[in-house]
């Protein structure tokens, strides 16, 4: 069975602090897929990433970026000069090979407060 | 394109009643899911399709029933519902084929069963 675990239930930083989140994963499949999912206060979940098992690549978009090692099986989010906007619940998640495009697992979720 | 759009945005049900909850697509999805999302326990999923006529169960079906008689348009019911329940509720939706895409969210259903 897959599980996604972020240990980190929540974390408060100040303005342009810089802000990993962690994420751990668990699977048995060699081909898997790996996500970022934003949720602000307004509810809605917002797409930031995707990442296959094949392409262990970092990720830079902006102030995000992302660290794949399938060594530790972790796949953290980094947000730099952090702002108040940044301020959310943040959700890592894992499909697993073809036939379960449609099924992921999510872990529980970090809670990042961004203070000015 | 709306994206994926669900109704209601809010519901309050008494124990016992029943109900349905809409989902609906227009990017011509093959795959679509609905998940509930409870506090500390990040997102769960209920059920889900891979097309049309094509349904099968999550991780947390108990309760729950849902049909595809169109690729569009993805239905919850709630049978008989739970205090159990109360929950906030989201569809979801992807491309299918070899190469599985990003799931894309609908705003969400907050449902709070009495």
């Known amino acids: 069975a897959q599980k996604v675990t972020q240990a980190q239930t929540e974390i408060s930083v100040v303005e342009k602090e810089d802000v990993t989140l962690d994420c751990v994963y668990e699977?048995?499949?060699?081909?898997?897929?790996l996500f970022w999912y934003k949720q602000p206060p307004s509810g809605e979940l917002v797409f930031l990433i995707r990442?296959?098992?094949?392409?262990?690549q970092n990720e830079i978009s902006g102030r995000y970026s992302w660290n794949f090692q399938k060594s530790t099986s972790s796949f953290n989010f980094t947000i730099t000069a952090s702002q108040v906007v940044d301020s959310a619940v943040y959700f890592c998640a894992l499909s697993e090979a073809v036939t379960s495009g449609s099924r992921l697992t999510f872990g529980e979720g970090t809670q990042l407060t961004v203070n000015p | 394109n709306a994206g994926v759009t669900q109704t209601p945005k809010f519901q309050v049900l008494k124990t016992g009643q029943s109900m349905t909850l809409q989902c609906a697509q227009d990017m011509n999805h093959e795959y679509m899911s609905w998940y509930r999302q409870d506090p500390g326990m990040g997102l769960r999923l209920i059920h889900y399709?891979?097309?049309?006529?094509?349904?099968d169960q999550g991780e947390v079906p108990n309760g729950y029933n849902v049909s595809r008689s169109t690729t569009e348009d993805f239905p919850l019911r709630l049978l008989s519902a739970a205090p159990s329940q109360t929950s906030v509720y989201f569809c979801?939706?992807?491309?299918?084929?070899?190469?599985?895409?990003?799931?894309?969210f609908g705003p969400g259903t907050r449902l709070l069963v009495l």
């Open positions: 979801a939706s992807s491309y299918g084929g070899g190469n599985p895409g990003t799931q894309y």
């Open positions: 990442r296959n098992s094949f392409d262990e």
């Open positions: 399709s891979v097309g049309a006529g094509i349904t």
């Open positions: 699977t048995r499949d060699t081909t898997y897929y």
